[in-house]
C-alpha cells in the first residue's frame, strides 16, 4: 500500500539556520504530493504540493521538489524563523479524484532565537 | 478560498453523553468529505470518507455505530460520537475536497478537541 516517510524530529534549530525535513514515498502510479503544517493547538494548513516529477512547490520561504526517481520530496527553507515552530506532516494522495490521502507521522521543528 | 470550518473548536462532555461535530465547506461545495482522528504526537487517523447523500465508507477497525457521519449537503458534514467515554478523547479534524481545481487537494478544518470526562 501507499506509505510515506518522514525523518524523526524533533527537529530544534536556531533562527536563520537552514531546514531540510527528509520525506520519501511508496505508491503505485503517479501520486501529488504535499507538505502540510500543524501549528501547536490548531488544524492542518497546506503548504505546499506538487502534481508531477520534476514539479516545485513553494510557500512562505518553503519549497519541495518532486523527485520520481528518487520517490522524495524534502522541505527545504533557507532561513528559518521562530514563527516556523510547528509539525510538518508529508502526504501523498495516489490518482486524485476520491482518493484518499496518507500522512507520513510528522517532524516537530522548534526554532529557538 | 477553500475554507473549511469546525463547530466547536472545544468540547468536554460526560461519559456516557453523545457529541456532535460540524464541519462546514465555507467557500465551496465539498463532494467529498474526510473525518480524521489525531492522538498526542502522532500522526492523522483516518476514519472515514463520505460522499454528499450517500453513505460513508468507514475505515478498518473504526466502529460505523460508535462514529456516526452525515454528509447530509454538499457544505455539511457531521460526526457525532456517541456514547462517548474517556478513550474517545483526542482531536478530531475534517477536511473536505471539491470538485474541478479544488479536486486534488483536502483542505483541512482547525480541528475539534473533545475531552471525555
Known amino acids: 500500500g501507499d506509505s510515506v516517510t518522514q525523518m524523526e524530529g524533533p527537529v530544534t534549530l536556531s533562527e536563520e539556520a537552514f531546514l531540510t525535513i527528509n520525506c520519501t514515498y511508496t505508491?503505485?502510479?503517479?501520486?501529488?504530493l504535499f507538505w502540510y503544517v500543524q501549528y501547536p493547538g490548531e488544524g492542518l494548513q497546506l503548504l505546499l504540493k506538487a502534481t508531477k516529477a520534476d514539479d516545485k512547490g513553494s510557500n512562505k520561504g518553503f519549497e519541495a521538489t518532486y523527485r520520481k526517481e528518487t520517490t522524495s520530496f524534502h522541505l527545504e527553507k533557507g532561513s528559518v524563523q521562530v514563527s516556523d515552530s510547528a509539525v510538518y506532516f508529508c502526504?501523498?494522495?495516489?490518482?486524485?479524484?476520491?482518493?484518499?490521502?496518507?500522512f507520513g507521522t510528522g517532524t516537530k521543528l522548534q526554532v529557538i532565537p | 478560498g477553500a475554507v473549511v470550518s469546525q463547530h466547536p473548536s472545544r468540547v468536554i462532555c460526560k461519559s456516557g453523553t453523545s457529541v456532535k461535530i460540524e464541519c462546514r465547506s465555507l467557500?465551496?461545495?465539498?463532494?467529498?468529505m474526510f473525518w480524521y482522528r489525531q492522538f498526542p504526537k502522532q500522526s492523522l487517523m483516518l476514519m472515514a470518507t463520505s460522499n454528499e447523500g450517500s453513505k460513508a465508507t468507514y475505515e478498518q477497525g473504526v466502529e460505523k455505530d460508535k462514529f456516526l457521519i452525515n454528509h447530509a449537503s454538499l457544505t455539511l458534514s457531521t460526526l457525532t460520537v456517541t456514547s462517548a467515554h474517556p478513550e474517545d478523547s483526542s482531536f478530531y479534524i475534517c477536511?473536505?475536497?471539491?470538485?474541478?481545481?479544488?479536486?486534488?487537494?483536502?483542505?483541512f478544518g482547525p480541528g475539534t478537541r473533545l475531552l471525555v470526562l
Open positions: 467557500d465551496f461545495q465539498a463532494t467529498t
Open positions: 477536511s473536505a475536497r471539491g470538485s474541478g481545481r479544488l479536486q486534488e487537494t483536502q483542505y
Open positions: 502526504a501523498l494522495s495516489a490518482g486524485g479524484g476520491y482518493q484518499k490521502v496518507t
Open positions: 505508491a503505485t502510479g503517479y501520486p501529488s
